[in-house]
């Protein structure tokens, strides 16, 4: 069982990236996906999750700039970031909780990707 999380990049301030989290050897749809962020020098912090309810959470950050939002044909969960700054540079991990429930905290999700760079310039 494998996350792969791709998608991220370098952008301008103001840009957008999508961030893609891909499930291998697992059907995810049942899982709760959370993505979460860790920017140099800082603890990782949740970012955006859904459960495998549908229902989602979004940080204070994240509220009305990313999206998040899953495609259960494909295996993936996406978050769709518009309105960078720079103070959303970070390595982002997707990660799942196969209890499908949705946790606020990193050490009840049972498997995580890789983490891939956003770096947001001014």
């Known amino acids: 069982v494998q996350l792969q999380a791709s998608g991220g990049g370098l952008v301008q301030a103001g840009g957008s990236l999508r961030l893609s989290c891909a499930a291998s050897?697992?059907?995810?749809?049942?899982?709760?996906v959370g993505w979460f962020r860790q920017a140099p020098g800082k603890e990782r912090e949740l970012v955006a999750l859904i459960n495998s309810g549908g229902s989602i959470y979004y940080a204070d950050s994240a509220k009305g700039r990313f999206t998040i939002s899953r495609d259960n044909v494909k295996n993936t969960v996406y978050l769709q970031m518009n309105s960078l700054k720079p103070e959303d540079t970070a390595v982002y991990y997707c990660?799942?909780?196969?209890?499908?429930?949705?946790?606020?905290?990193?050490?009840?999700?049972?498997?995580w990707g890789q983490g891939t760079l956003v770096t947001v310039s001014s």
């Open positions: 990660a799942a909780d196969f209890s499908g429930s949705g946790s606020h905290y990193e050490y009840e999700y049972d498997i």
């Open positions: 050897g697992r059907t995810f749809s049942s899982d709760a």
